[in-house]
């Protein structure tokens, strides 16, 4: 498990790296994940294998809103001061995502026939 969570870490961290030297406007957890799934395609191992990793985590997933939570309460003047963009971002964003997704399952859904 250890293991596992080192290659997960190295990704983020690598991703962070390549954000740093190239200014892509990405955030570095992006590029990490894409690391992940390419050199996953590339070994051709299944997601399997990260999987006591990914549960262990995700059984804590809750800790890992305190940082967030904790930068909001923060800039509590800048969330006042751009509230009313913050929350049509929000709103706007979710139900394109909506969008998406129901559109995905409707695609993948015609093709699995």
């Known amino acids: 498990m250890l293991a596992h969570i080192t290659i997960l870490l190295g990704c983020q961290l690598a991703g962070e790296a390549i954000v740093l030297l190239t200014d892509v406007p990405l955030p570095g957890p992006v590029i990490?994940?894409?690391?992940?799934?390419?050199?996953?395609?590339?070994?051709?191992?299944?997601?399997?294998?990260?999987?006591?990793?990914?549960r262990a985590l995700l059984s804590h997933l809750s800790l890992l809103f305190v940082p967030a939570g904790v930068g909001v309460s923060v800039h509590l003047a800048l969330?006042?001061?751009d509230g009313l963009a913050i929350g049509a971002a929000l709103v706007i964003s979710t139900i394109v995502t909506i969008a998406v997704t129901?559109?995905?399952?409707?695609?993948?859904?015609?093709?699995k026939r």
Do not use: C, K, P, Q
């Not at 990490?32 to 990914?54: H, K, T």
């Not at 129901?102 to 093709?111: E, S, T």
């Open 32 to 54: 990490g994940m894409v690391l992940l799934f390419a050199g996953l395609v590339i070994r051709g191992r299944e997601l399997g294998a990260f999987g006591d990793s990914a």
């Open 79 to 81: 969330v006042a001061r």
């Open 102 to 111: 129901a559109l995905a399952m409707v695609w993948l859904d015609a093709n």
